[in-house]
């Protein structure tokens, strides 16, 4: 029985670290394309300003979490209703 119990924990670990890579992806791939369509002029702000990877390392950590934690609680939504 507790074999069992480390395998179903490992599983999950799994699925969560799975779900927020594609997450983490998802997130930079959208912070890509609004640098390269320049939306809003970001990308011209981002040029402009005295340290540009400041600006885009935060851009990019902050859409790759927000992301990666909509994955995840989408892949959780099944276990829900478990017990």
């Known amino acids: 029985m507790q074999k069992n119990r480390k395998t179903r ?3 999950l ?3 969560v670290a799975l ?3 594609i997450g983490s992806a998802v997130g930079v791939a959208i912070g890509s ?3 390269f369509l320049n939306s809003g002029g970001l ?3 981002i040029i402009a300003s005295g340290d540009p990877i400041v600006p885009l390392v935060v851009l990019y950590a902050t859409l790759a979490s927000i992301y990666a934690m909509i994955e995840i609680s989408l892949a959780m939504f099944p276990f829900a209703n478990r017990e």
């Open 9 to 11: 924990t490992f599983d």
């Open 43 to 45: 990308r011209d702000l």
């Open 19 to 21: 779900h927020a890579g």
């Open 13 to 15: 670990a799994t699925l």
């Open 33 to 35: 394309i609004l640098v």
